[in-house]
């Protein structure tokens, strides 16, 4: 088993960047496809980013494109989202969660198998 421990959530102001970090222990992140998914108050849960497991392939969700960034440590065993040019729109609560399964599928939420537990990130106008 894996768990996931996120931190680095907070409030900024539209325009303003934030560092996610999402640690993990039990077994090493380069045996999953490590993603960050997000979900605003009464949403649907959000796919935000995803890394395959080799650390070289990327996906965005488009509306975060050229925004964020999805970073791994493998020496740290820790995932990163770095968020810059922050909007409102971005407000959410923010999970680490890691996949077992096929790249094809990293963009659907309901396909991760493990996650972390969330982390409020709130962007003012």
């Known amino acids: 088993q894996v768990q996931l421990v996120e931190s680095g959530g907070g409030l900024v102001q539209a325009g303003g960047s934030l560092r996610l970090s999402c640690a993990a222990s039990g077994r090493t992140l380069r045996r999953y496809i490590a993603g960050w998914i997000r979900q605003a108050p009464g949403k649907e849960r959000e796919f935000v980013a995803a890394?395959?497991?080799?650390?070289?392939?990327?996906n965005y969700a488009d509306s975060v494109k050229g925004r964020f960034t999805i970073s791994r440590d493998n020496a740290e065993n820790t995932m990163y989202l770095q968020m810059n040019s922050l909007r409102p729109e971005d407000t959410a609560v923010y999970y680490c969660?890691?996949?077992?399964?096929?790249?094809?599928?990293?963009?659907?939420?309901?396909?991760?198998?493990?996650w972390g537990q969330g982390t409020q990130v709130t962007v003012s106008s």
């Open positions: 969660a890691l996949n077992t399964g096929i790249w094809d599928r990293q963009a659907d939420p309901s396909t991760y198998d493990y």
């Open positions: 890394l395959d497991r080799s650390g070289t392939s990327t």
